[in-house]
Structure formats: C-alpha cells, structure tokens
C-alpha cells in the first residue's frame, strides 16, 4: 500500500530496478525536480560527452572526412528507434521534423490514391499536425476532416466511422494526446482506418520512449515521431519517420532532395528514387541532432520500453495519488485518466490559477507547464525521474499553493511556456 510519507518513497526507489539510470542523467542543479521531460528531455551524460568528442575529434579534427562514418546515422539512429516501436530494421528513418515528415506522408498517400482527397486527424491533435494536413489537403484541392476528440479520454473509436468513407486517402491520429496524455485505441482506429481503404499513420510524439506500440505486428503504414520529448536527444534534434517495408517503394517522396537517391555523389545522374527507407529523407542528415539521437536512443533500448513503461505507470498512478489528498483541497482536479493502461506518460492537473502555480512552481525548482485554459502537465519521465522526486515535487507544490506563493506573480502569460 501507498503511504505518503518520504520513508515509503525512498522504499521504493532503493527497490527499483531503474533507480540507477536516473543517475546517469547530467545534473547541475541537483534540487531540481524536472517534470517537463514530455515537452524537451534531459541531457545524459553520455550524450553529453558523445557531443563534446563528435565537436572535439569528429568535427574538430576530421571535419569533411567525418562523413565516412556520420553517413549511415540517419539509418542506423532509426533502426535503434525501432526496437522501441515494434519496428524490424529498414523501416525507420531520422529526418527532418515531425511537420516535414507529416507533410511528406501526406502528400505521398494523396498522390498515391487520386481518387481520395480528403485526409482524417482530430480536433484535439497537435496544432503542426493539424496545420500541415490541412494545408497538405487543401493546396490538393481535397479537405482536412476532424473527429471530435474528447478532452480526458482521448478519440472514441465508435465515432470515427461517420468521418471514413472512399473519399479518404489517411487518417492520422496520435498514439498519446499530448494534452490529456489519452493514450488512443490504435488497434481498433487502425483497423476502422484501414476497412474504409484509407492509410493509417500514427504519431508518436508523445509516447516514443515511455509507451510500447507495435507499429509491425499492428500494421501501421506510417508513423512520425520527434526525438527532444522522451528520447532526450536535445532541443531541435530531428524527427523519425516510419513506412512499412512494402510501401516504401510503392510511394513517392515529394521532395526528392539529394539524400533521397541511391547514390547522393552520383551528381550528374538524373532523379531516381531509393529503393528502401532512405528515400524518405530529403536533404544533408543535421548530424549533431543525430548523435545525440543515437546515443539517447541507445541508453533506452538498453533497458527496454516495457520497463521503461511499468515504472511510468506507477510514477503517474502515485502523482495522481498525491494530488488527490493534498491538492484536490486546495482547488485541484485531475483531467487525464485514472487507469493507468489508458494514459501515457504525463499527469494533467486542473486549477484556476493553473499558470501562475506553474509560474511560481518554476521558481522553487520543479519544473512542468501550464496549457491554457486551466490545464497543468507534469510528466515524471521514467528515465529520469524517482519516486522521492514526485513526493518532494508534490510536497513542494503544496506548499507553494497553501502558501498562496503564485498569487504574488503576474496573471500574464509569456510567449513561450
Ligand atoms: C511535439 C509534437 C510535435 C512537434 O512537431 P515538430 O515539427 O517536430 O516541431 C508534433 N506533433 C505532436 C503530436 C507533438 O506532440
């Protein structure tokens, strides 16, 4: 049984099989308690150091000739990322952005199915992604349709089928809601998707690296996917794309820069494809991101995402605990899922007063964020994060707002948050 004492919590850490990864995690302010690890990671110490050898005795010392060995890092960093997404080799690859890669796929399953213009996501879905489908949609004369999202459980798979008929060409859904951590049914919206004769893509932004999908044994078409949220690679790194084996060369890439071709040095040849998943890329691989891709991705993949996950299920389920006795009298309320099988890896909380607790939590060390219009998210990242950090973050949270610290700041919210 749970207690809230301090004592039960570091029990559980001294019990915990993952306790030592926390500590593998670069920490120049050890009084911070960092729960924003769902919106840019923590840096590792061993991507640290990998960073400082890649500046130093890569770029440093070979320069130009560090392409011999940095030319395989868009695939190789994306095999890694497979065995975190039920991917076999040659399916993932590192590029771009998640809006680029969004945009890619788009345009690739409308071009592949002339007959279908319309693409399929829901309200509640990231605004790029939103954004990038419909724009992808619309420049192709076709539309973007929405499926009402629910804001605690996420998308209802019995309402989808109203929205699917032989005009669609994709739907595309996040795995995770990034704002009700709402982990949606990819079974059944994949099958739905699938039955109306449409593609299917996942994104999976927020559930790479804390939640386990199966992207092979599911049959998903395509996924997309960033690396700076629960794979830790660093503000900017690149994204990843999925595209099951058989479609790769079935579609095409509409922008079919250099690095998309067989052979990028073959200068004078004219455009031809490549054959597998290399072709999804575009231009030259940003190849500080994609160290620090490969050598976060590595420490995961070394424990494993179902370990990674239990430990995420029962920080969240113990948050959620806390908040309940000691938050929920001071005008608290929980707005995610109170089953831990149905929400990913971060805890939204409601108050009134939701930025400036955020605010005023920032100044004494704990760091989540706020999500207009009274939504508060703390995500205690499994990779990083102990269970005395969550009584000590929710110990602090408390106190803050029985001590009604937060009122003293401005109501006033800044551009980024
Ligand atoms: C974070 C996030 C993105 C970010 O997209 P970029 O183009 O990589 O900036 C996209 N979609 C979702 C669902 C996200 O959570």
Known sequence: MTDLTRGWASQQDADDELASLRDSFYRPDPELLYFAGNSLGML???TRERMHRLVDEEWGRDVVRGWQYWNSLPLDAG??????IGAAPGQVVVADSISVNLYKLAVAALEAQPGRKVLVTDTGNFPTDRYVLQGAAERRKGQLRLVPTDPVSGINPD?????LADDVAMVAFSHVD???AAINDVVALTEQAHRAGALVLWDLAHSVGAVPIELDELGVDFAV???YKYLNAGPGSPAFLYVRRDLQARLANPIQGWWSVADPFDMDAPYVAADGIARWQSGTAPIPGLVAVDE??????EVGIERLRAKSKRLTSYLIELADVWLAPLGFGVACSRDADRRG???VLTHDE??????AAIAAGVVGDARPPNLLRLAPSPATTSYTDVWEAMTRLRDLVAAEAHLALPAQRARVT
């Open 345 to 347: 890896g971060h805890v």
């Open 79 to 84: 095999d890694r990322i497979g065995q975190l």
């Open 44 to 46: 590792s110490s061993a």
């Open 178 to 180: 990034y704002r009700s």
């Open 159 to 163: 309402n989808v089928h109203t929205f």
């Open 225 to 227: 996917g960033c690396t």
């Open 296 to 301: 976060s991705v590595a420490l995961l993949a």
């Open 354 to 359: 939701a930025y400036r607790i955020s605010q």
